[in-house]
């Protein structure tokens, strides 16, 4: 891999998943509330990546969400004018927030009940998608639009991450032991599982291709794979200090970190 750039702060990271119910005193028990009083403090930043031939750069670093608190798994608009995030603000629960780049301000998209995690623009449809975390601690996948929030796959309660892959194609790290990864089809096809494989919690698609990357962590060395629409597997690199976190620019540029700084593979 070649190195990129260095950066302050590391931001990587998925929807939550928790086995106790964190109940405070005088409190009522739910996952939510468990999610809440059990994760750590982070920041998102944002910067523009730029190349010269080899030598990468990340330029107009900046913190958007300076303050105390969770604020995590950012995912650009379809157009690139802003970012969605979740973030827990009121100790409860978590909820979407948009950040839009001209105005340089955050806003809230949704106050909800419920836990929304991992938000995500839906290929070919308005709105978002969403891990929700229900008070039983089941984890399914929404798609938020206007007023109606609709239940995708819901014989699936145990979602932890995903990826689309087009429009009726998702890719889903489902929370079990060991983890599983299944490819469905949307509304109601069918749940394949890719086999022979420990997945990692980051998903990402393929640009153009709508294949499935992530990270195998079975056997002693953990790669950065890929996933065919039939189920194939190949290898693409090896996962840096057996890492889990990954991202996939546009043009196909494989991005992992290592410690303090960012590297690139293609």
């Known amino acids: 891999m070649i190195r990129v750039t260095w950066l302050l702060v590391p931001l990587l990271a998925g929807c939550v998943t928790v086995d106790e119910t964190g109940q405070q005193d005088g409190e009522p028990a739910d996952a939510n509330a468990a999610i809440a009083s059990g994760v750590s403090g982070s920041d998102i930043w944002v910067g523009r990546l730029t190349a010269t031939g080899e030598r990468w750069r ?3 670093l900046r913190n958007i969400t300076t303050r105390q608190g969770y604020d995590n798994q950012p995912a650009f608009v379809a157009n690139g004018s802003g970012l969605y995030f979740a973030a827990i603000r009121d100790g409860r629960q978590a909820d979407v927030y948009i950040h839009e780049m001209p105005v340089r301000a955050g806003f809230r998209f949704t106050s909800t009940p419920q836990s929304e995690f991992s938000p995500r ?7 978002i998608s969403v891990v929700r975390v229900e008070d039983d601690g089941t984890q399914g996948l929404w798609h938020y639009r206007d007023n109606s929030p609709q239940r995708l796959l819901p014989q699936l309660g145990n979602v932890g991450y995903y990826a689309w892959l087009g429009p009726d194609r998702v890719g889903l790290f489902l929370v079990e032991e060991p983890p599983r990864l299944v490819l469905a089809t ?3 096809g069918p749940v394949e599982t890719v086999s022979g494989i420990v997945p990692g919690r980051t998903l990402q ?3 153009d291709i709508g294949e499935l990357v992530f990270v195998d962590l079975a056997g002693d060395t953990p790669w950065v794979s890929r996933v065919s629409g039939t189920g194939q597997v190949t290898r693409l690199a090896p996962a840096l200090d057996g890492g889990e976190d990954f991202a996939l620019t546009p ?6 970190p290592r410690g303090r700084a960012l590297y690139g593979w293609r």
Not at 121 to 127: D, E, H, K, L, M
Not at 251 to 256: E, F, T
């Open 58 to 60: 990340i330029d107009g």
């Open 121 to 127: 623009p839906v290929p070919g449809a308005r709105g």
């Open 186 to 188: 949307l509304p109601d």
């Open 205 to 207: 698609a393929m640009p």
């Open 251 to 256: 043009d196909g540029l494989l991005v992992m």
